[in-house]
């Protein structure tokens, strides 16, 4: 966020993003303060949402003055961001944990679909909470769309592959699949498991997974 003096995060934060501020908490205080301002902040916006949510909200639930919120973050969207960088890396993050070289390529799918839609249910309650923040915080559309582009360069780079090895035809386009993929992937799971509020992910691991093998044309048989 331009102008933000947020102090650094004690969070991951994801490939190619550079840290909001070189400033960090030089005690071991200082950081214990920052991470419970972020769990207090988290636990806050989950319950009241984005736009309902105030800074004395955060900092009681946080145990902490007023005053020590601004020392690590500018305002509440400051926070928010940072949360927002937190949860979407882990969402995203899970997916590079499958080799590239996994033998069997439809398992390789149904790995990647397990990962990422196990990571979506453990934060479905924050992406309420993004769901919110799209109308009311600008900077929401670009910070998601980074991890986006990763997920999406990653499924592109692996269609590739499996032309190259006979597996799907030359005639799909690569970027495109994985732009069809990779939106039908993050909307099924939020409709899943924010909308409707369910639980059993390996029926919707299965069912996404035939889609994908549909849509890219592999007979698993």
Do not use: C
């Not at 498991?193 to 059993?200: A, I, L, M, N």
């Amino acid at each position: 966020m331009p102008g933000s003096r947020s102090s650094g995060s004690t969070y991951r934060l994801p490939r190619g993003r550079p840290a909001m501020s070189d400033k960090l908490p030089q005690t071991p205080h200082g950081f214990r303060t920052r991470g419970a301002l972020l769990r207090a902040g988290r636990k806050v916006l989950e319950q009241k949402g984005l736009h309902k949510t105030r800074i004395a909200d955060v900092a009681a639930e946080a145990g902490v003055a007023v005053g020590s919120f601004y020392v690590h973050f500018d305002n509440k969207e400051d926070l928010f961001r940072q949360l927002l960088i937190a949860v979407e890396d882990e969402v995203y993050g899970e997916l590079s944990t499958v080799a590239p070289g996994t033998a069997d390529p439809v398992q390789r799918i149904l790995e990647t679909n397990r990962l990422y839609l196990t990571a979506f249910k453990r934060n479905s309650r924050f992406w309420r909470v993004i769901e919110e923040s799209v109308l009311l915080f600008p900077d929401a559309p670009s910070v998601l769309s980074e991890r986006r582009v990763y997920y999406r360069s990653r499924t592109e780079r692996a269609i590739r592959r499996m032309q190259q090895s006979g597996l799907v035809a030359t005639t799909i386009e690569p970027a495109a699949a994985a732009l069809i993929l990779g939106a039908m992937t993050e909307r099924l799971a939020y409709m899943w498991f924010v909308f409707d509020d369910r639980s059993d992910l390996d029926d919707l691991t299965g069912y996404l997974t035939r889609l994908w093998l549909n849509l890219l044309g592999i007979d698993d048989r």
